[in-house]
């Protein structure tokens, strides 16, 4: 009970509440052990969680992800859907959810919100759908789609696991996929056309404008801008994008071309234009050292100190061999040289550089040279290696869902493929691994084993038993699977789901049910988590993008909860021939 209270109320962070559960679970099983084991037994089940498959295959999968993102395998598929939202929002927003479903089967719901969430957010900065009415429909689409397959969620993995250890048999990836998707597509045409319409307009809150920047493209030989007119090169780019200095007539293959915009606009125009926003040979000698030293290159914004050499340096002058300059922000300017707003102007105090370079290399260039390194910085993907991370993915998810070998293998095979590959690097695993999922699945696990190795779950089961024995199969999925909602919303979908699948089993045993689609309940349970904003990690971090309040949580999640309770039992009942 004092996990479910520290979970719901929220005062301390979750991993605190999760290490004093193991805790609390250790030295009471060791004090006071349950009759017929010894103390050491409770140390086992305590501390057990940290050596679970599942937690290994969690974690392993969280690998495959970060893989996915940091080689930007996923990247081609967010330029076509900021295509798709271009010609129409309402087409767009629709794109949006189907892609983020089928996406969040696979891989795990959070990268692909972190996908998505910067694109809607520039959408409705550049006039399209605000913000605070997309961001909550998609996030749905996300967590039903991480319902549909047993690898969608860590709480899935989670679920299958206590499930099969208590002596279920296995199920597959793709086991109940096709009841989560018919499920879905009853609710897609609330979450598309209803939901929008029930959340406010923040977008008088909406974050400020990102700084534009000043940039030089170096157009290539089979560049698409050959043969143009400036108009015709405008309508070609980015929105705003603004072609500072333009040539007289066609624009030829070689030519220079100073532009300004932001940070993404200037790297979509060098990609339609095969175009470079630097010399090849720096670029290419920066992307070269960087591979010798086996570091990652970022993106980071310096600005120009007081005391700088570079002040009244343009660019070329400025003798640059270990950094790229990708554009300038020009600071305020005097007024004759108000007018001279271009990338190969010269430098002043207060003009902020967007560099690209090892953090190393940076580091030394802002000493060096007097500049003062902004907060944050950008770790560029590494994109030679995004078809290798896709396949890697494939295979690790097709190599388990066909049955060849267990999830918890191929993942794990997967994981050390793109160590060795090099999509993931081994010092950056900590980014890939959430140390506050792993702390709670291991005290989710010794929880739910507590619960039935001390009766709970048969006890509370029984009770749960006498006010269902005169429901219909399906009002006894709903029901529980409304009991693990509540739980979900208010505590955590991991604890839900350890308490939950050994009272499903007890239920199971006490009505003469068969034990999966009760389990399978549970499982959608612990999904259902829209209606409140600390319920899961992906609605928390929506929340200030959208300026949300926890009423408008409640306002699209209760609905959206009660029609898939509904469907979803429903479809069990008609599954399993209850």
């Not at 920066?286 to 340096?313: C, F, N, W, Y």
Request: one cysteine or more; a neutral charge.
């Amino acid at each position: 009970m004092a996990t479910f209270v520290g979970f719901a109320r929220g005062n301390a962070r979750i991993e605190i509440i999760s290490l004093l559960t193991i805790g609390a679970i250790a030295l009471g099983l060791y004090f006071f052990p349950i009759p017929g084991t010894a103390p050491a037994d409770g140390l086992n089940l305590a501390f057990g969680g940290f050596g679970h498959h599942a937690l290994i295959t969690i974690c392993a999968l969280m690998i495959l992800g970060r893989g996915l993102v940091v080689t930007g395998a996923l990247d081609p598929a967010a330029r076509v859907l900021t295509l798709v939202w271009r010609f129409n929002g309402q087409l767009g927003l629709l794109v949006t959810l189907i892609i983020a479903l089928f996406a969040s089967m696979i891989i795990n719901d959070t990268p692909v919100l972190v996908l998505l969430l910067p694109i809607l957010v520039q959408l409705a900065r550049k006039g399209g759908m605000p913000a605070s009415k997309t961001l909550i429909p998609v996030n749905s689409a996300i967590l039903i789609g991480g319902m549909a397959t047993t690898i969608g969620t860590s709480t899935n993995l989670l679920v299958v696991s206590i499930a099969t250890d208590l002596g279920m048999k296995p199920i597959g990836v793709f086991h109940y996929t096709e009841i989560v998707l018919f499920a879905a597509l009853v609710a897609m045409p609330y979450i598309w056309l209803v939901m929008p319409r029930l959340l406010p307009d923040n977008s008088r809150t909406a974050t400020p404008e990102q700084r534009s920047y000043h940039a030089t493209l170096r157009l290539g030989v089979g560049t698409p801008a050959s043969g143009k007119t400036i108009e015709q090169l405008a309508a070609m780019l980015p929105a705003d994008i603004r072609i500072a200095a333009a040539a007289d007539g066609m624009i030829m293959p070689g030519a220079r071309l100073n532009v300004s915009g932001s940070q993404d606009a200037l790297e979509e125009a060098a990609r339609k234009l095969g175009a470079t926003q630097a010399p090849d040979w720096l670029m290419t000698r920066v992307h070269r050292e960087a591979a010798i030293v086996k570091q990652d290159l970022v993106q980071i914004e310096m600005t120009i100190a007081p005391d700088s050499r570079l002040i009244g340096l343009t660019l070329q002058t400025a003798g640059l061999e270990d950094v790229v300059v990708m554009g300038v922000h020009r600071g305020r300017r005097p007024l004759h040289e108000a007018n001279d707003q271009t990338a190969e102007a010269p430098l002043r105090e207060g003009d902020v550089l967007l560099v690209l370079a090892t953090i190393a290399h940076a580091q030394a260039f802002a000493q060096r040279d007097g500049l003062l390194i902004l907060e944050g910085g950008r770790e560029m993907p590494r994109s030679n290696k995004a078809i290798l991370a896709l396949f890697i993915m494939v295979v690790s998810v097709g190599l388990a869902s066909i049955g060849l070998m267990p999830i918890a293998i191929s993942a794990l095979g997967g994981a050390v493929l793109m160590f060795i590959t090099g999509c993931v690097k081994f010092d950056r695993v900590g980014r890939a691994l959430s140390a506050k999922v792993i702390v709670l699945v291991a005290a989710s696990i010794a929880l739910g084993k507590l619960v039935l190795v001390s009766g709970a779950a048969e006890w509370i089961g029984g009770i749960l038993a006498s006010g269902m024995q005169y429901l219909p199969a399906a009002g006894v999925l709903a029901a529980i699977m409304l009991f693990v909602t509540v739980l979900t919303n208010f505590a955590s979908n991991a604890t839900a789901a350890a308490v939950g699948t050994p009272i499903a089993f007890s239920l199971a045993n006490t009505l003469g049910l068969p034990a999966e689609p009760l389990v399978l309940a549970v499982l959608f349970g612990c999904n259902l988590c829209y209606a409140t904003p600390v319920a899961y990690q992906t609605n928390m971090m929506i929340m200030s993008e959208g300026d949300y309040q926890f009423k408008d949580y409640l306002r699209t999640g209760l609905p959206l909860v009660g029609l898939m309770i509904v469907t979803l039992s429903t479809l069990l009942a008609l599954r399993y021939g209850l």
